[in-house]
């Protein structure tokens, strides 16, 4: 290799930066110790700022754009280096490209609840995520407090202050917004409208950093608030407890007479059947003043057992019996005993209950 050839390689002709990556804020071009020569490119794409760093001072700023390097074109690293006629020699300087396009699919939340004095709940506490999108906007801030010497920064390095920063930006606004824990789901939108203004003010002048966009994308209960919410709402699409009761045991009958032979389903659908016609007698029975005492159970009153599907079923009386019949659980060839009965009689021909079945119709003619 000639001299031409070795002092050409030590001399830098093109600066620039290809960035193929998603998340890179600053990156430093690599210099090596090489020089910068007269007239050499400086390429500056679409979504980048170039900055010159000379012995740790902020030189010159470059928007986008394709530059040859030259005196009139580095007013403040000409002053610093004392050129007052051009340079012709090359020379050092650190070389740092800023992203000023925006950053997206970053994701904050509360690391830990958020305590909120809500009206109807007291003190409660709530968490909250969503997504924001992160761009550079003064590159010279953001060099000085945030980058330093480092060859390269990326928005990664900038997730534990940015959710920091949010995190007390949306537990101040909370404070201050007065929304119930209820109706902050209809309020996401203004909400994050206001924690952005609220994160934007603090990193701007500090970092040099600008918060584009904010999304609320949910703020949760803690998960024993959310259940109690489920049963209150459960409650409320149940509206009269009394008539979902009816209905309930009405599809409980229907199920055990739909299945005979299910092992003890009949006996179960006649005790639900008498439970059925107690409630609806205690639903139909008119309202008996304070002042009024009830009457005595009827003394000595029957009582009556019935065998369905092999199983004894009872006491019932008389009217729970003939509330059975009428729902065809009980026919004539039912077997029934009551006190002072030797044996069980098929209902039919005990004088007692055959009464409640009605005249039997008479043959058809022919």
């Excluded at 690599?30 to 001072?57: D, S």
């Excluded at 992160?134 to 990664?156: C, I, Q, T, W, Y």
Aim: with cysteine.
């Amino acid at each position: 290799m000639g001299l031409l050839d070795k002092l050409r390689g030590e001399l830098i002709d093109i600066i620039e930066w290809v960035d193929d990556s998603k998340h890179t804020l600053v990156w430093r071009f690599p210099r090596y110790q090489n020089e910068i020569k007269n007239g050499a490119q400086l390429i500056v794409r679409p979504g980048q700022k170039a900055i010159f760093v000379h012995r740790g001072e902020i030189a010159d700023v470059f928007d986008e754009g394709h530059y040859e390097l030259k005196s009139d074109n580095l007013p403040i690293l000409s002053t610093i280096m004392g050129w007052k006629y051009g340079f012709n020699s090359p020379f050092r300087s650190e070389v740092y490209f800023v992203s000023t396009r925006q950053i997206t699919d970053l994701k904050w939340g509360t690391p830990n609840p958020v305590m909120l004095r809500d009206p109807e709940f007291g003190p409660i506490r709530l968490r909250a995520f969503g997504t924001y999108t992160l761009k550079a906007v003064d590159p010279k801030a953001l060099l000085k407090e945030l980058v330093g010497a480092n060859g390269e920064f990326s928005s990664d390095e900038l997730s534990e202050l940015m959710r920091s920063i949010i995190t007390q930006a949306f537990t101040d606004m909370l404070g201050t917004s007065k929304v119930a824990a209820l109706d902050l789901a209809s309020h996401y939108q203004e909400m994050a409208v206001e924690l952005r203004k609220l994160v934007a003010e603090r990193i701007d002048d500090e970092y040099g950093l600008d918060i584009p966009q904010l999304f609320i994308v949910n703020v949760s209960l803690p998960e024993a608030v959310e259940k109690a919410l489920d049963v209150r709402t459960s409650m409320g699409v149940v509206g009269d407890m009394n008539k979902y009761q009816q209905y309930q045991m009405g599809n409980a009958m229907m199920a055990a007479a739909d299945n005979p032979g299910g092992g003890g389903s009949e006996g179960m659908g006649l005790g639900m059947g008498f439970a059925m016609a107690n409630r609806m007698a205690q639903m139909g029975a008119a309202p008996v003043a304070q002042s009024v005492s009830a009457p005595p159970p009827v003394p000595n009153a029957a009582t009556w057992h019935a065998a369905i599907g092999g199983q004894s079923s009872g006491p019932h009386t008389l009217a729970q019996i003939q509330t059975a019949i009428q729902g065809g659980q009980i026919d004539r060839a039912t077997l029934v005993w009551c006190v002072g009965m030797s044996n069980w009689q098929p209902a039919g021909e005990v004088p007692q209950t055959a009464g409640l079945f009605g005249a039997a119709p008479p043959p058809l003619p022919r």
